[in-house]
């Protein structure tokens, strides 16, 4: 990850479909983009995007005592549509994806700053329930109720 922000961001031409009769386009790379846009040809300029991941959350889920599997949740994802008929996508946001297909609104670093505060709390909570869960696991294996 620091290789990717150390490194200055790439510079290439986006060559549009030429049905489109659009010029190349100039397009440099938000910092960090781990986009290879070296598929990024025939496409229209709208569909051009930069982006960088950060890992999810794995957590074994279930629908049933036998099934279950590892889903990843919880992915913050860094994009920026250089081309983009939104003039707010045109620099770089995050998204944070809650689970598949399930994607959070567009958030510059104050909104992003004010999610991860959340989380802060929620794991404040979590940490709570672990505490109640360990206090009656311990009164059950006492014999009691």
Known sequence: MKQLLDAPPRTWVFRPDERLHLPDLPVTCMLG?????????????????????S?????????????????SYFKV?????????????RRPYAILQAAEEQYSKVMGPDEL?????????????????????????????????
């Open 77 to 89: 994802h860094v994009n920026r549509h250089p081309f983009s008929l939104n003039p707010a996508l």
């Open 33 to 53: 983009c781990e986009v290879d846009h070296a598929a990024d040809k025939d496409w229209h300029p709208e569909d051009v995007w930069c982006q960088r991941n």
């Open 55 to 71: 890992p999810g959350l794995d957590i074994t889920v279930t629908e049933g005592a036998d099934d279950t599997w590892d889903a």
């Open 113 to 145: 700053a004010e999610l991860i505060g959340k989380f802060e709390q929620h794991v404040q909570a979590m940490k709570t329930a672990h505490a109640q869960l360990v206090a009656a696991l311990a009164v059950y294996q006492d014999g009691g109720r």
